[in-house]
């Protein structure tokens, strides 16, 4: 067969070749099972990433043990030389690791040190497999040069490091027993998903070979150009700052496609829905006939929210008793421009609404985009037969993702309402006192937790709280970090308490307590950006991790943080309507929280006839806001077609009426949710 001569120098290059193992080395670890189970396509998606990743750190590293072999510019060193080099590039690396163990899991700066000598280790490994396989192939057996003897060889030598590190886990397994053994790193998927899946690792397969050829490129090209400058070929030298140019270009790049993904995304939430077009008619909402807040400065999740708000009807009908119709004030993100101008139209708003008349007041912190979960809010104003107002402060209306450095903000504006309501209530007589506690799930979680920051917990009663529910706790709230690493310095007094689900509250006092919520497998909780090089707490020893965390699986610089992403990205995949205790789904937990959490009262049947009324009004809401989104497609599409007719001024269609539209089993899809 007749190679292309630059295929034949490709497959040549030993830093390629080293990087071809590495890849292949690092699909094993690839599919260790994380805190949830992946889709086919989402562990082609990985095992791409990992392996490219692989590649990379692994051809960088063996080019600069090269280039420290040479010694200088232009001297290209000899097998043997290449084999000590790989063998000190094992020892150090391994040395360095025992001497870092210990210390890498307390310093971010150890830890980045651990991991590149781990990544030395792998390269020396992956060299010393390259030129070992070329002395036994080429000058023992005397086979040809050639892809058979360099690439495919390559490839089955990181497929055997692959099943070393498959075998260690089996044993890792065996040894400290399988959590959930019925959960699979991957779960099984229809023949569609799998060709998806197929298609995916196909290309990423073709995307892997044409980003090593582009490597290469840049790292020959950077090479003849030190060569051109220095007036004497560069040697491995120049082999390696080539590489380094092309992990540096790959970072930039990835970088620059973050941003466009974020633009993209704020862009797509930043409409207004067909479903909610008109504001609300309830006084007893925001941007409602007796607010001061206006429909269109309280977003998406805002119009929402106000308009989705239960009536004393409504509640009366699922509790069988006398109900009031709770307040909703949304303090809209784009109403004022500051946080003082928003916490004066919060306060202005709930005391004009009648929120200082009813028994509980929440405030709750939103997530970036400005939403609070509407199980929750209807849960609540169930259970407290609607004898309640919620108050949502607004610090952003962007993606939580995009919000990340609003939460500050966020923090000051939710400490400033919670200072001014406290203030309000004390001025009413001691038996009109409503009760005042916070909520916060996800992001929310994270302000409305970090009011209390480095000052501890003491600082919550004096804002007047009498208690708060945090489902979710993201893994970068600053008040959580600091209790878990010190609780006894930030909460002396045991406020706060930390359940995996709402049932382990069982005694729990239910005045002056701060509930956190956190699922064992939620991995918006346990990620972390040093998961790139540092191992996280729930992945230590394996009999010290949480309930439903891998025993078998070990950390691994890279990878594992690139599984976790693959987790965040799964932690509230949910369907309408159905709820489940899984990720950072909390929609199961959230009566029983409320009702453990602040002592609110409820029958057996009531709480059976909550939950139905929960799961019924989410698949209603969410049917009607498919429905309008379609009906609203399609009037666009007429109308565009009109138009390029000339016949712009033709009325489009009929207005048609989602109350009449049924499933399958002629019942109103449309539920008991009112359309208008």
Not at 85 to 96: L, N, S, V
Not at 346 to 358: F, I, N, P, S, T
Not at 438 to 466: C, H, K, N, R, W
């Amino acid at each position: 067969m007749n190679v292309p001569q630059w295929l034949q120098r490709w497959t040549a290059d030993r830093a390629v070749r080293a990087g071809v193992i590495g890849a292949a080395w690092s699909v094993a670890p690839s599919y260790a099972r994380g805190l949830l189970p992946r889709s086919a396509v989402d562990q082609a998606a990985a095992t791409a990433v990992v392996a490219t990743l692989g590649y990379q750190l692994t051809a960088t590293t063996w080019s600069t043990v090269e280039a420290v072999v040479a010694g200088r510019p232009g001297h290209v060193p000899g097998p043997r030389a290449l084999l000590a080099g790989a063998a000190g590039a094992c020892a150090i690396g391994f040395g360095t690791q025992q001497a870092l163990r210990r210390r890498a899991d307390d310093s971010l700066v150890a830890a980045g040190a651990f991991a590149a000598a781990r990544t030395l280790a792998n390269a020396g490994i992956a060299g010393t497999v390259v030129m070992v396989g070329d002395q036994v192939l080429h000058r023992v057996l005397r086979r040809q040069v050639g892809l058979h003897t360099t690439l495919l060889a390559d490839v089955l030598g990181g497929a055997a490091l692959a099943g070393v590190t498959v075998l260690s886990r089996q044993q890792r397994a065996a040894r400290y027993g399988l959590v959930d053994p019925e959960r699979r790193a991957v779960t099984a998927g229809s023949p569609v998903a799998l060709a998806r899946a197929g298609a995916v690792g196909a290309a990423t397969a073709v995307s892997l070979v044409g980003l090593a050829l582009a490597e290469q490129t840049v790292a020959r090209a950077t090479a003849a150009g030190l060569a051109e400058l220095l007036g004497e070929p560069a040697g491995a030298a120049g082999e390696m700052i080539g590489h380094g140019v092309a992990l540096t270009g790959m970072g930039v790049a990835g970088a620059v496609a973050l941003t466009q993904v974020r633009r993209r995304i704020s862009r797509r939430d930043d409409v207004v829905e067909p479903a909610y077009p008109a504001p609300p008619t309830s006084r007893h909402v925001s941007a409602g006939p007796r607010s001061g807040i206006g429909f269109d400065t309280i977003g998406k999740e805002g119009r929402r929210f106000v308009l989705m708000a239960l009536t004393a009807a409504d509640i009366t009908r699922v509790m069988g008793e006398p109900a009031r119709d709770p307040v909703r004030v949304v303090a809209g993100y784009e109403a004022a421009p500051t946080v003082a101008g928003r916490t004066a139209l919060a306060l202005a708003d709930l005391e004009a609404l009648g929120g200082y008349e009813r028994g509980l007041i929440m405030v709750a912190a939103p997530t970036g985009v400005g939403y609070v979960n509407y199980v929750v809010a209807e849960a609540l104003e169930y259970l407290t037969r609607g004898d309640c107002a919620i108050v949502v402060p607004q610090y952003a209306l962007s993606p939580s993702a995009l919000a990340l450095g609003k939460t500050n903000d966020g923090v000051e504006l939710q400490r400033a309402v919670l200072a001014g309501i406290r203030d309000r209530v004390a001025s009413l007589p001691a038996d009109r006192r409503p009760r005042v506690v916070q909520f916060g799930e996800s992001l929310g979680a994270q302000v409305a937790l970090d009011v209390a920051g480095s000052a501890g917990t003491a600082i919550l009663p004096a804002l007047g709280l009498d208690g708060g529910l945090y489902l979710g706790v993201p893994f970068r709230s600053r008040t959580w970090e600091l209790w878990r690493e010190s609780a006894h310095l930030v909460d002396p007094e045991g406020r706060l308490t930390l359940v995996a689900e709402p049932s382990q509250l069982v005694g729990v006092p239910t005045s002056g307590r701060h509930v956190l919520v956190v699922h064992d497998d939620d991995p918006v909780n346990k990620f972390s950006y040093e998961m790139v090089v540092q191992r996280p707490w729930w992945l230590g020893a394996p009999a010290t991790r949480p309930a439903k965390v891998p025993r078998e699986t070990s950390f691994r610089p890279v990878v594992s943080f690139v599984l976790a992403l693959v987790d965040l990205k799964n932690g509230m995949n949910s369907k309408p309507g159905e709820f489940v205790r899984r990720g950072h789904d909390y929609r199961i937990d959230a009566r029983e929280a409320l009702q453990r959490t602040f002592g609110l009262p409820a029958s057996a049947a009531q709480v059976t006839a909550i939950e139905a009324a929960l799961r019924e009004r989410e698949q209603a809401w969410a049917a009607r806001r498919l429905v309008s989104r379609k009906l609203d497609e399609a009037r666009r599409s007429i109308a565009r077609t009109l138009n390029s007719w000339g016949q712009s001024a033709v009325p489009v269609v009929a207005e048609a009426d989602p109350e009449s539209l049924v499933d399958g089993t002629g019942r109103s899809i449309m539920g008991s949710v009112p359309w208008s």
